[in-house]
């Protein structure tokens, strides 16, 4: 028998296979925008800490809107993992990778996405146990050919590239066998948020969802 993963190297429990990398200004942003998203097909938000607003938006949807699988991102200090995880994260993310950070997930039993940008980086993360990282920046990491190299010597293990994917090319990612998702901003732009124009975010879910679920 197998014995059970821990918590913190599953993969989180979202469907969707892109992730809306999200910079909130306004906490009153999150519950409409996870609307708009969900209504977009997209089950997923990862709200970056690089805004003050960010902890207030996660607890927010983790409140008012439970069919959303929020994460936090851009968590790159050991102490925000028991912060996020307290909003009511319900993974999380983070540029990078750090033995403090490891074992404040590992505490806190919440599925967490290391980032990665080299092989060495990536040996190093399956040595802990993930099977599943972030691929970042994707763009200055070599893109789609460093995904195609480390699928070689690398091939059991997963990327979520994300840092110069768009809609124009995550089609190309998304197709790569070693990609289980990927992630961008242009799903939430900032004037749109600006403007709280909830259907135009629908509308670029649906635009990325229908071109993720034909790969």
């Known amino acids: 028998m197998n014995p059970v993963p821990h918590p913190t190297f599953s993969r989180p429990a979202f469907t969707s296979r892109v992730v809306p990398v999200i910079v909130i200004t306004h906490p009153n ?4 925008m996870a609307h708009a998203l969900l209504e977009g097909g997209i089950d997923v938000m990862e709200i970056t800490l690089r805004h003050a607003a960010g902890l207030p938006a996660i607890e927010l949807v983790a409140k008012h809107v439970p069919q959303m699988h929020v994460g936090a991102g851009t968590v790159t200090r050991a102490q925000e993992m028991a912060q996020v995880q307290a909003a009511g994260a319900r993974f999380a993310l983070s540029p990078g990778m750090s033995a403090a950070l490891v074992q404040a997930a590992m505490a806190s039993q919440m599925p967490f996405m ?3 940008m080299t092989p060495g980086e ?3 993360a399956r040595d802990y146990g993930f099977s599943l990282v972030k691929l970042f920046p994707a763009a200055q990491a070599g ?3 460093m995904l195609k190299a480390l699928g070689g010597p690398l091939g059991d293990m997963q990327f979520c590239p994300t840092g110069g994917v768009s809609l124009a090319n995550m089609s190309e990612f998304l197709k ?4 289980a998702m990927v992630g961008g901003s242009w799903l939430t732009p900032v004037d749109v948020l600006e403007e709280g ?4 975010i629908t509308r670029l879910a649906r635009e990325a969802s229908d071109i993720a679920n034909h790969n």
């Open 29 to 32: 942003q999150a519950v409409p």
């Open 114 to 116: 290391p980032g990665v």
């Open 122 to 124: 990536v040996m190093a």
């Open 143 to 145: 893109g789609l050919a």
């Open 176 to 179: 790569q066998p070693n990609v």
């Open 197 to 200: 124009n909830w259907s135009e």
